[in-house]
Every structure is written in structure tokens, then in C-alpha cells.
């Protein structure tokens, strides 16, 4: 893609392409590492206690939601329209935590109630217990204050440091399938050493201080980011549910093979995000559509190169990952290729496109109305004991493509991409 000034100005390109190359690494990073370890912890463990971990994982993805609040959304936006500004910087920092730590202690006292209640979890409830650690961790990591500031590079290197703490410790410690409760033990340590890197850059190396404030301020902050909050709940309904509704009629086996290909699956997905995190701050304050519509067709054409090679290749990597050739985890991973057809569009129209041009409630409705439907379809197939991994991974396909055509619909409805 050629670059001028009427596209984006050097300045802004060379720190749209730093932050890209740093979150690029650190995705690469991020899901690399676990692959690494996958086939190790596959072998001693066996499939049936990977499942378990994997459920488990799952289950705790609920809590980091509701202690992310979508701020990673509204406040990494805040702090982007507030960059230079000490004091409402400050006031940010301050009440996103305030509100994280009261939100932390909700989401505990709802893990004890479900595993005193529910018998699917209290036979296990050390994992759950062990693999709330990382919750608390990725409480107080704000990787919204580095992307709102567009110092990515911060956060790759705290999660060099992560990454590679919990990677070394699960070759040394897992030796045995007795070991499988270290796992979530190692993972959340590493994340607390990240969390405790962050503080100190944020707090020492940047110069920003917590300051008390006012209970109309938290209000405020809490509204703003309610909406955002809705659609990251909306999302997690036809992402994450999909392994836990399974792991809750299903055996960890079946858990387990499902989970080989979606964790293929989260890695591609995964590796769009760094585009998604910078230009979502940059086009919130320059408004530059005309960048954004030579960006989009480079990248949604990228992504079908790649899921056709990747398809072609599926049975390798399945095996690259597990060390056997799991029919189950291919045929499900090659459908969610299909998926990631519509997913990569999808992701770009909205936030960095729609919710940072001001119509954030067109990029959150889509997910509430996809999210709809597939809690619809999914209580239709659990009620009539259909629920397996292929018609779950079929149902993803429908509600991916509802989100993707309500977002193309509000471009079209806007006229976004007549204004450039």
C-alpha cells in the first residue's frame, strides 16, 4: 500500500507501524509460547486433563470479562483523547481500578458460590480456585493506558518476560499427570510478574500517581464504559461459551479435542488484534477514513491467503500441536477457518472503524443481536441433546456472519465510506 500525505502523515505512520510490529510480536508471543507447550502438557497430561484445564479456562474467561469492563475499549479511547493532560490522565488510571478491584471482589464471591453449589465444578475446585489467580492478575494490567498512550512496545516487553517465566516453569515443574494443578499455578504467577511490571512503568517510569476520587467521577466512568461492558458479554456468549456449554454436557475428552482446534483458531484470531489496537486509537483522533479504506481490502485478502494454506495444512498442524493426527480436532479447526473468513471483516468494521467514528452502539448492538441468536440456538440444541462440537462450531459460522452483516449494513446506512 503506497503512503503519502494524503493517506497518513510520516509521524503518524511510523508510530501506527511501531506499535503494530511491537503487538504483533507480542500476539506471536502470547499464543507461540502456550503452542510450545501444548504438545508437552497433551502428552503428560493425556487429552482428558487438558480438557479439564481448558474448561476451566474458559470458565474464568466469564470473570475477566466483567473485571475488564470493556476498558480496554472506552478508557484505552479516554486516555488517547487525553494523552497530554497529567491530571485527567491520573483521574483515569485512578477509577478504572477503583472500579476493577470492587468488580474483582464481586467476581470472587461469585466463583465461591458456584463451587459450594454446582457438583460440575465443586469435584475440581482447586483448578477453578488456582486458575482465578490469573483473574486478579489481569486485574490490575493496563494494557489500555500503553494502548491509549501508543507505547505498545512497553507491554511486549513485560510479556517477553511473562511468557517466558510460565513456559521454562511448565517444562520443569509438569512431569506428571498429578502435576495438572501447577498449570493454572504457573499461569497466573506469570501473569502476576507482567501485572507488577506494568504498575511500574505506569506508576514510576511514566510519573502517574492514584488520586481519590469523587464517587461521581467512578459513576461516570463506570457508565461510560457499561456499553462496552455489554458487548464484550455479547461477544463472550458465541465465543468462550462454546467451551464451557460443551464442557457442561460433554467429557473432558471431547472438551479436549475441541480445544486443540479452537486454540489454532484463537492464535489467527488472535493476530489480527495488533492492527485492530492501533488503529483504533489513531483513527478515534484523526478521523482518517481514507487510510482505513486502503488498509481493509490488504488485510481481508492477507486473511484468505492465509486460511487457504492453512486449510491445506490442517492435519500438520493439529499434529504440530498435539502429536496426533485428532480427526475430531481437524475437522472442527478447518471450520473454523470458514469462520475466520467472516470474523477478520467483521473486526475491522467495528471498533476501529465504526465505535472510533462515534458509532459505537452500531459496533456494540451487532454483538448483542448475534449474541442473541446464538444463546437462542445454543439453549434449542442443549434442550434437545444436540449439543456436540459441530454443530456448536456450526452455530459460531451463522452468529459470525449476523454480526458481520448488521455492521456492513450500518457502514451503508452512515455512508462511511462515501465521506473520504
Known sequence: MKIDAEIINKEDFKTILNNFFSLTL???????????????????????????????????????????????????????????????????????????????????????????????????????????????????????????IEKMKYVTYINIVSKSIYTVLIFVFIQTESDYLLVPLINGFGFFIGSLLALYYVFKHFKHVFVFNSFAIIKQHFIDSSMFFLSRVSVSLYTSSNTFVLGLVASNLTVGYYAIAEKLYMVIRQLYQPIVQVIYPYISKSKNLVFFKKLYPVVVLLNFIGVYILWVFAPELIYLVSKEYFLESIKVFRILLVVSCIVVPSILIGYPFLAALGFKNEANYSTIIGSLFHVVILGILYFSNLINMYNIVYLLLATESIVLLYRYYAVYKNKLFQIA
Open 26 to 148: 507480542l500476539k506471536v508471543l502470547t499464543y507461540i509460547l502456550p503452542l510450545i507447550t501444548f504438545p508437552y502438557l497433551i502428552r503428560v497430561l493425556g487429552v482428558e486433563k487438558f480438557g479439564l484445564i481448558m474448561f476451566a479456562q474458559a470458565t474464568m474467561y466469564y470473570f475477566e470479562i466483567v473485571v475488564d469492563f470493556g476498558f480496554n475499549l472506552s478508557a484505552t479511547r479516554e486516555v488517547a483523547l487525553n494523552a497530554k493532560k497529567v491530571n485527567k490522565l491520573n483521574e483515569i488510571i485512578s477509577a478504572v481500578f477503583s472500579i476493577k478491584c470492587f468488580l474483582l471482589i464481586i467476581s470472587f464471591l461469585i466463583l465461591f458460590i458456584v463451587l459450594s453449589i454446582f457438583d460440575r465444578f465443586t469435584d475440581d475446585y482447586l483448578i477453578y480456585y488456582y486458575s482465578f489467580l490469573k483473574v486478579i492478575a489481569i486485574t490490575f494490567f493496563p494494557v489500555w493506558f500503553f494502548q491509549g
